[in-house]
């Protein structure tokens, strides 16, 4: 069975913080993605990658940036977090074709 | 870049009848388009795909349909049940190892 791993379900931060999420996948997967999800919005890209040490910006890649050191861990940073990125967090990795999403964290930053 | 409008943004049905959801495309380079299905608290799941070479594609309750030439695809799901209550997206992609562009997602409730 196919895993992608995310390290926290919920998440509580404050304001200015320096926030990691981790995500780890089993598969050997090549590409690894970062969305986040908000309501009436659907699932935007944030960062992805399709190599180690390799990152492309997706549609929103303001204020966060990525580390992929090894292949199967997708990290994503929030430099200093700001309220208006309190949302879900969803993680993925693409084999051939289809892409496996992990189960999310819910980011709330006070 | 691509482009994936997705109708409607909420859909309620009775049990047992059937539910169509509808996405357009703008790139004709697309060929790959999966739909996921994500329920409370948890990531999206794959639930079905179609290729561009595929006009239909069934599996069980559920199908999707593809028309190329007029840029859209659809999920049909028949004989619905409670727990097909979710949201649900599709997406397209380029190519097979690209990344995928989602619509916005809709919100099925499907009462007893």
């Known amino acids: 069975d196919v895993k992608v791993t995310q390290s926290s379900r919920y998440l509580v931060k404050r304001t200015g913080e320096k926030v990691f999420l981790e995500c780890v996948q089993d598969?050997?997967?090549?590409?690894m993605f970062w969305y986040r999800q908000d309501p009436g919005l659907g699932l935007r890209l944030i960062y992805f990658s399709y190599d180690v040490k390799m990152k492309e910006k997706g549609d929103i890649p303001e204020g966060y940036s990525v580390s992929r050191e090894k292949k199967e861990r997708f990290s994503l940073i929030l430099e200093s977090a700001s309220t208006n990125q309190t949302s879900m967090y969803l993680c993925?990795?693409?084999?051939?074709?289809?892409?496996?999403f992990g189960q999310g964290t819910r980011l709330t930053v006070v | 870049g691509e482009n994936v409008e997705q109708h409607p943004s909420t859909l309620s049905v009775q049990e047992g009848d059937s539910a169509v959801i509808k996405c357009t495309y703008s790139d004709s380079a697309s060929n790959y388009f999966p739909w996921y299905k994500q329920e409370l608290g948890k990531g999206p799941q794959l639930i079905i795909d179609?290729?561009?070479?595929?006009g239909e594609k069934k599996d069980q309750r559920i199908a999707v349909t593809l028309n190329k030439t007029a840029k859209h695809f659809s999920l049909h799901i028949t004989e619905t049940q409670p727990e097909d209550s979710a949201v649900y997206f599709c997406?397209?992609?380029?190519?097979?190892?690209?990344?995928?562009?989602f619509g916005r997602g809709t919100q099925l409730t499907v009462w007893p």
């Open positions: 993925a990795s693409t084999g051939t074709g289809t892409a496996f």
């Open positions: 997406a397209a992609s380029e190519r097979t190892l690209g990344r995928l562009y």
């Open positions: 598969m050997d997967h090549e590409n």
């Open positions: 179609i290729r561009s070479n595929v």
